[in-house]
């Protein structure tokens, strides 16, 4: 009840989204020593981890679902409906907070997290994954990972990339870009008010750019199991995402630094020399044995054992910058080759794999349902009315 008084106090404000309609967004700068005095608020318990975009196999595609289940409201009744929610959104580069209607915000996550030239019911699919994202922190209060208290989020991908309104303008102002953003604003209104709830509550939309085949069990990258991060086969975007497969090389020495080993953790080749001294492993020689131990259910790695010390797929992956946790580990010529399939944290929806379904004819219900299991879809005012 607390939570749904609170969404209820920031959609009944009219007046404030009357003028933000009629004109531009409205700016505010903020004086350098209140951002730099205010704490760090905590990140989220399951923070998102956007990784910013730029099939084959047969799946069965999900079952149907009827499309009156996220149907947008006909556009000739948006006048009647109620005030959208204001979002308050923290400009990184500026310092300024920009705050507008929920709809033109997520027009702006939209430009920044597809590519205009994806499908219709991929964008839209990606439209509802961004909205139902800021509608769970707007309803919890939640200001976690925002440099100031004022803004409800950043444009960062610490939570969701944002292109501000005035840059979206000047971007997109002709030619085929200005019909990208028609594309991209039609996907918005299409979907206008629709957010994914499970048990009656916003989810935590969480979504990557592509998998190498399968998505992540939410518990096997942020150790909490949520009912629906569920791994899924996603082989969609296998035949069309560009750089799927991607090699690092790098020396010993380079993945001792990185991964914080000493020449200690390597399997010695002898205890002492005849002189009495240890003898000295070269990096050629020792190697860096590397041995998988385990794979999580989406087929990525769980742990993997790196001259005798034990890691995780998620601390090997940030530690070398890698783009995703599912990749295979060789030596050539002294050094070690790394090959990444896919790129993200893999937990929710693919994007490529979304528009590799929607080019196969699924809609933006059978998309998000097929990466989002058992979640249901419901209207922000649906939520006021309880």
């Given at each position: 009840?607390?939570?749904?008084?609170?969404?209820?106090?920031?959609?009944?404000?009219?007046?404030?989204?009357?003028r933000a309609r009629r004109g531009a967004p409205r700016i505010r700068r903020l004086a350098p020593a209140a951002w730099l005095a205010a704490p760090l608020l905590a990140a989220l318990l399951l923070p998102l981890a956007v990784v910013p975009l730029r099939g084959g196999g047969q799946q069965p595609a999900p079952p149907a679902v009827p499309q009156a289940t996220a149907a947008p409201?006909?556009?000739?009744?948006?006048?009647?409906?109620?005030?959208?929610?204001?979002?308050?959104?923290?400009?990184?580069?500026?310092?300024?907070?920009?705050?507008?209607?929920?709809?033109?915000?997520?027009?702006?996550?939209?430009?920044?997290?597809?590519?205009?030239?994806?499908?219709?019911?991929?964008?839209?699919?990606?439209?509802?994954?961004?909205?139902?994202?800021?509608?769970?922190?707007?309803?919890?209060?939640?200001?976690?990972?925002?440099?100031?208290?004022?803004?409800?989020?950043?444009?960062?991908?610490?939570?969701?990339?944002?292109?501000?309104?005035?840059?979206?303008?000047?971007?997109?102002?002709?030619?085929?870009?200005?019909?990208?953003?028609?594309?991209?604003?039609?996907?918005?209104?299409?979907?206008?008010?629709?957010?994914?709830?499970?048990?009656?509550?916003?989810?935590?939309?969480?979504?990557?750019?592509?998998?190498?085949?399968?998505?992540?069990?939410?518990?096997?990258?942020?150790?909490?199991?949520?009912?629906?991060?569920?791994?899924?086969?996603?082989?969609?975007e296998r035949e069309i995402t560009p750089n799927l497969a991607v090699t690092y090389t790098f020396s010993n020495s380079e993945l001792r630094s990185k991964l914080g080993l000493t020449a200690r953790e390597l399997p010695a080749a002898a205890n002492l020399a005849a002189s009495g001294k240890a003898l000295q492993v070269s990096s050629s020689s020792a190697g860096l044995p590397a041995?998988?131990?385990?794979?999580?259910?989406?087929?990525?790695?769980?742990?993997?054992?790196?001259?005798?010390?034990?890691?995780?797929?998620?601390?090997?992956?940030?530690?070398?910058?890698?783009?995703?946790?599912?990749?295979?580990?060789?030596?050539?010529?002294?050094?070690?080759?790394?090959?990444?399939?896919?790129?993200?944290?893999?937990?929710?929806?693919?994007?490529?794999?979304?528009?590799?379904?929607?080019?196969?004819?699924?809609?933006?219900?059978?998309?998000?349902?097929?990466?989002?299991?058992?979640?249901?879809?419901?209207?922000?005012?649906?939520?006021?009315?309880?």
């Open positions: 009840m607390k939570e749904l008084r609170l969404l209820r106090r920031i959609l009944k404000r009219p007046r404030r989204v009357a409201a006909p556009p000739g009744t948006a006048a009647a409906e109620a005030p959208q929610p204001e979002v308050s959104v923290y400009l990184s580069q500026s310092g300024q907070i920009e705050t507008l209607p929920l709809e033109e915000y997520v027009s702006g996550v939209l430009a920044a997290e597809m590519p205009a030239d994806f499908e219709l019911e991929a964008l839209k699919a990606q439209a509802v994954a961004a909205r139902t994202f800021i509608a769970r922190r707007l309803l919890a209060g939640d200001h976690s990972g925002v440099p100031v208290p004022e803004a409800d989020v950043s444009d960062t991908v610490s939570h969701q990339a944002y292109i501000s309104q005035a840059v979206l303008e000047r971007d997109f102002a002709s030619g085929s870009k200005r019909a990208g953003l028609a594309k991209l604003r039609r996907a918005v209104l299409e979907t206008r008010g629709i957010i994914m709830t499970y048990k009656g509550q916003p989810i935590t939309a969480s979504f990557f750019a592509s998998s190498g085949g399968y998505t992540e069990n939410s518990e096997d990258y942020w150790n909490a199991e949520v009912p629906y991060l569920r791994s899924v086969a996603s082989p969609w041995e998988v131990i385990s794979l999580t259910a989406g087929h990525r790695i769980k742990k993997i054992s790196i001259g005798g010390t034990v890691f995780t797929g998620r601390e090997v992956r940030e530690k070398l910058g890698l783009r995703s946790s599912q990749f295979t580990w060789k030596r050539k010529d002294g050094k070690v080759l790394i090959t990444t399939y896919g790129n993200g944290h893999g937990v929710g929806m693919s994007q490529w794999g979304a528009n590799g379904m929607a080019k196969q004819g699924s809609t933006a219900t059978q998309i998000l349902k097929h990466y989002y299991s058992g979640v249901s879809f419901t209207g922000i005012s649906t939520l006021l009315k309880k």
